[in-house]
Nanobody, 114 residues
Framework: QVHLVESGGGLVQAGGSLRLSCVAS????????MGWYRQAPGKQRELVAL???????NYADSVKGRFTISRDNAENTAYLQMNSLKPEDTAVYYC????????WGQGTQVTVST
C-alpha cells in the first residue's frame, strides 16, 4: 500500500510564495511519475505540474514560469515551489504518484488573497 502526505499549504497574499511537499511511503516498487493537481470549488481537478522518473517536467500553461516541480528520489518526495501566486491559484492541491497504479494524497488547501 502506498501512502502520500502533502504539506505546505496555507493562506498567502497575492504575489507571495509557498512550497508544497509530498512524501510517499509504503511498498513502492517503481515510481513512473509524481505530479501535482488542483481542484478549485465548482471546477474539475486539473494537472498543475508533473515530473517523470527521468526528470522530465510538464506544466499547465497557467503556471509556467511561476511554479517549479522537483523530486528527491532518495526520499520519495516531490515538491512544488509556487511563486508569484495569484487569487486564481486558490484550490486544494493534490499529489499523485504513478507506479503500477495511481495513488493520491489527501490534499492541502492553498488560498491566495487579494
Amino acid at each position: 500500500q502506498v501512502h502520500l502526505v502533502e504539506s505546505g499549504g496555507g493562506l498567502v497574499q497575492a504575489g507571495g510564495s509557498l512550497r508544497l511537499s509530498c512524501v510517499a511511503s509504503g511498498v513502492i516498487a517503481r515510481i513512473n511519475s509524481m505530479g501535482w493537481y488542483r481542484q478549485a470549488p465548482g471546477k474539475q481537478r486539473e494537472l498543475v505540474a508533473l515530473i517523470t522518473s527521468g526528470g522530465t517536467t510538464n506544466y499547465a500553461d497557467s503556471v509556467k514560469g511561476r511554479f517549479t516541480i522537483s523530486r528527491d528520489n532518495a526520499e520519495n518526495t516531490a515538491y512544488l515551489q509556487m511563486n508569484s501566486l495569484k487569487p486564481e491559484d486558490t484550490a486544494v492541491y493534490y499529489c499523485k504518484l504513478r507506479s503500477w497504479g495511481d495513488y493520491w494524497g489527501q490534499g492541502t488547501q492553498v488560498t491566495v488573497s487579494t
